[in-house]
C-alpha cells in the first residue's frame, strides 16, 4: 500500500517516479541464471545503446553512481601514471577524492562553484603533462551547471592514452549526451536522478578502449571489476545478482524514453530550463550557475531576496511537493529546483506557481 500523503519530489534525486514505474517493479522475480534474466538483459542492452548513442556496450551494476567512480577510477588509471579531475562543485570534488582514495594520483583543475570548464583550461593542461584519463561531471547537480562535454572531448580525443571519463548522473537523458560522436569513452549515471528510476542500478556506457585499459590495471578490485563485469555481459549475465526489478523498470522506463525521442525529451527539459531561469529572474532572484551554462535538469536559484527556505519548504510541502533547500556549503545562499526525469511542465508551472504563492505571503 502507497502512502497517501506522498509529497512529488521537486528535489534533483531522488526523482519522482510514476506510477507505472513503480508497478513494473512488482513483476514475479527470476532467476540472474535463467534463460529469462539472459533475455532481459539482452533486451536493455539494445535500449540502453540506443539510449547512450553507442554501437560498444552499457555496464549495469547494482550500485548507486558512487560506485561506478570508483569503479572508472581503478579500472583505467595505472598506478604509474595520472588522472585529471576538473572540479567546480560538490560531486567532481567527490569523484576527485575517490580516485585518490583508490590511491591514484590526482591533477585539477578547480573552478570556483558555479563556473563552468572550457575546453582551453583542458588543452591547457594536456599540453604539461601526460594522462590516463579526465574525469570530469556532465551536469553538476549542486551548482546547476552543464559542462560543454562535446567541446572538452573534442580536445582530449587526440591524446591516445587518455581516457574521456563523463559522470552524467544527473544529466543522462535530460541533456543531450552523444557517447559515440563525441568520443566518450564512458558515461556513468545512476538510476535516480535524471533517468526517473528508484535507486539501486548504476549504468554507464564503455568503449573498447575501457576494456583494454582494464587489462594493463593489475588491482582492479572486485565487485567493480570491469574485465568480470565484461566477461558477464557477453553471456547476457552479471557476475553477482543485480537488482532485477529495477531492471524491469528500467525496460518499461526506456520504451518510454524512446517513444518520447531522446531529442524531444532533451528538448523538454531545455524548455522547463527556460521557464525556471525565467521565473526566477523576473522575481527578483540570480542564477548560480554561469550564464550560458545553465543546466537543463536543474536550477540552483541564488537566493538574492533572502527568502527563509525551510519555510519555503514547508509552505511547499502544503501543496504536495518536497523541495530542496541547497545542497552542503550552498544551503541557504541558493535553492535548487530540480525539472529533471520524467517532470512535465504542467507540474512545473504548479510548482512555480506555489512558489508564487509563498513570495505574496
Ligand atoms: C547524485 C550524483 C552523484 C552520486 O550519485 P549516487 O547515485 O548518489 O551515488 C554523482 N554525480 C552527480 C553529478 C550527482 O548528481
Known amino acids: 500500500m502507497r502512502n497517501d500523503n506522498h509529497k512529488r519530489l521537486v528535489i534533483p534525486g531522488p526523482v519522482e517516479v510514476r506510477p507505472e514505474i513503480l508497478e513494473a517493479q512488482t513483476e514475479w522475480m527470476i532467476g540472474h541464471r535463467s534463460t529469462a534474466f539472459a533475455e532481459l538483459f539482452a533486451r536493455l542492452q539494445e535500449l540502453l545503446k540506443q539510449a547512450f548513442l553507442t554501437q560498444s556496450r552499457v555496464f549495469l551494476v547494482g550500485a ?139 549504468l554507464a556506457s564503455v568503449s573498447d578502449r575501457v576494456i583494454e585499459r582494464a587489462k594493463q590495471v593489475p588491482y582492479r578490485g572486485y565487485y567493480f571489476d570491469f574485465l568480470e563485469i565484461e566477461a558477464g555481459l557477453q553471456k547476457n549475465n552479471t557476475p553477482s545478482t543485480p537488482p532485477i526489478s529495477l531492471m524491469f523498470a528500467a525496460e518499461r522506463q526506456l520504451q518510454d524514453v524512446l517513444a518520447e525521442g531522446l531529442e524531444n525529451r532533451w528538448k523538454r527539459h531545455l524548455y522547463m530550463r527556460d521557464m525556471t531561469t525565467t521565473w526566477a529572474i523576473d522575481r527578483g532572484f540570480s542564477i548560480f550557475a554561469q550564464e550560458g551554462y545553465w543546466s537543463p535538469t536543474v536550477t540552483a536559484v541564488s537566493n538574492d531576496r533572502g527568502i527563509d527556505v525551510n519555510e519555503m519548504a514547508k509552505f511547499m510541502a502544503g501543496k504536495g511537493f518536497t523541495m530542496d533547500k541547497g545542497y552542503g556549503k550552498l544551503k541557504g545562499k541558493t535553492f535548487r529546483i530540480a525539472h529533471m526525469g520524467d517532470m512535465q511542465v504542467a507540474t512545473l508551472e504548479e510548482v512555480l506557481s506555489g512558489l508564487d504563492e509563498f513570495l505574496a505571503a
Not at 563556473?115 to 591547457?124: G, K, W
Not at 580536445?155 to 535530460?174: A, F, H, K, N, Q
Not at 569513452?185 to 526517473?196: E, G, P, R, V
Request: proline share 4%; net charge negative; with cysteine.
Open 64 to 202: 548507486s553512481g558512487t560506485g561506478l567512480w570508483e569503479g572508472a577510477s581503478r579500472n583505467c588509471i595505472r598506478d604509474d601514471r595520472k588522472v585529471l579531475h576538473l572540479v567546480g562543485g560538490a560531486f567532481s570534488e567527490r569523484w576527485a577524492h575517490v580516485s585518490r582514495a583508490n590511491g591514484k594520483q590526482v591533477d585539477v583543475i578547480e573552478v570556483p562553484w558555479g563556473r563552468a570548464h572550457t575546453p582551453e583550461m583542458v588543452a591547457e593542461a594536456l599540453k604539461k603533462e601526460r594522462y590516463d584519463a579526465v574525469c570530469f561531471v556532465h551536469n553538476e547537480t549542486s551548482t546547476g551547471v552543464t559542462n560543454p562535454v562535446r567541446e572538452i572531448a573534442e580536445v582530449i580525443r587526440p591524446y591516445e592514452e587518455t581516457l574521456i571519463l563523463v559522470d552524467t548522473v544527473s544529466g543522462w537523458l535530460g541533456a543531450e549526451l552523444r557517447a559515440d560522436e563525441w568520443g566518450i569513452d564512458m558515461a556513468l549515471t545512476s538510476s535516480q536522478k535524471a533517468f526517473a528510476l528508484p535507486p539501486g542500478l548504476a
